[in-house]
């Protein structure tokens, strides 16, 4: 592959950041089997990582990685779309380490402190911001990720300020500012349960289903003017046309949140009809995604980073859109919320519209970091295997997590008389859950290799070239 160097030296700090969102993520995924093992063999691991302690981990990882991947892909797409370095290289270094050494902190004090504890020892009492799903982090924490993406904002924005303004700074300007205002809802935590839950999804929801659909269309459409060589207007005016349709149904489908917190009757009608419009913008997206390859100008060497495109635009509208939508509507939400379904949607909607994202723009990034404008065939080749490893682990624990979804809702929901109870409808699903294990094992030898591509240099074809191996031509190999 051709050696190439980095237009803009101050792009190199992205490195770190994916580096270490790499490390979060193969954590995240080794804590998340462990969570499906513990599912089947309760006494998994204890005492020494409860259940309560190893789904923090495992769900805070998941928020912590993907926010390196997009804090990574800014730095490294900023510079490059405003044509000049980065107002703060060192910035962005000190909130790096200052970002990974609380969240390291962080996961030790839940793995080696009681929760009560942790909350004692961290000045929870100053501002109760504990003890809620998702938003577990110690107040020193949560103000640490506050300072994080000021930081961040301001080396972004000041950034783009200095130099050329196109449609995909701004869009991402706009999706990273969002990040950032939503999380200070965090430290909200009324009394009143109605008014928690509602400041609770002003985070949870509008940061998933709102802002950072902005950062994915903003890091999709770098990608593809850059792998497929379209005219950047073309690209602007279906990244507009996305974004306008994930806003409006995004904020207004925070509503189908509000069916059964003590909210007005009429959140049924305006949650469930624009949740239903939600697939919408990811099925444009898989279009936008189709349309641009086909329409491509040049054969980008790269082609592991467009497999990795197309297919967040594919499995975001199956996970985000598709298994959304069936259990959007307010009667059908009835029974299915909280269930394994609501679990199936969750894990197919990250890994399709973020996860897959991520990696995305690391795997186009990350070979120009390493001084050549792509791997070598050989490694792309495992890094396309990775893919579809990937992707068919974890459609292999959606299916598990929806089928035991289905059967739960029908033992324990929809039965008018002698329903079971809940534990006794867990002890009926155990065989979707060996198979959501079974799934997660998958998964996990998709990630390895996938790491696995890193290592892999140039001499690597030169070798299957000459040894009439599988990159060979069939008259090298004869």
Known sequence: MQATTLKYKSQSVAKYYF???LLLFTGQIVFGLGLGLQYVIGDFLFPYI???QARMVHTNLLIVWLLFGFMGAAYYMVPEESETELWSPKLALVLFWVFLTAGALTIVGYLVVPYAKLAELTGNELLQTMGREFLEQPLPTKVGIVIVALGFLLNIAMTILKGRKTSITLVLLMGLTGLAVFFLFSFYNPKNLVQDKMAWWWVVHLWVEG??????????????????????EVIDKWMYVIIAMALITGILGTGHHYYFIGLPGYWSWIGGIFSAMEPIPFFMMTVFAFNMVQRRRREHPNQAAVLWAVGTSVMGFLGAGLWGFIHTLSPINYYTHGTQITAAHGHLAFYGAYVLVVITIISYAMPMLRGREANPKRAQAVEMWSFWIMTIGMSVMVLALTGAGVLQVWLQRLPTTGAMGFMATQDQLGFFYWIRVGGGVIFLVGLVTYLSSFFIGEGADERATA???VLASPAQRA
């Open 211 to 232: 802002v950072w659909e902005l950062i994915l269309a903003s890091l999709l459409a770098f990608v593809l003017i850059k792998t497929t060589g379209v005219d950047r």
């Open 19 to 21: 580096v270490a969102a």
């Open 50 to 52: 409860p259940f309560n």
């Open 467 to 469: 040894g009439g191996g």
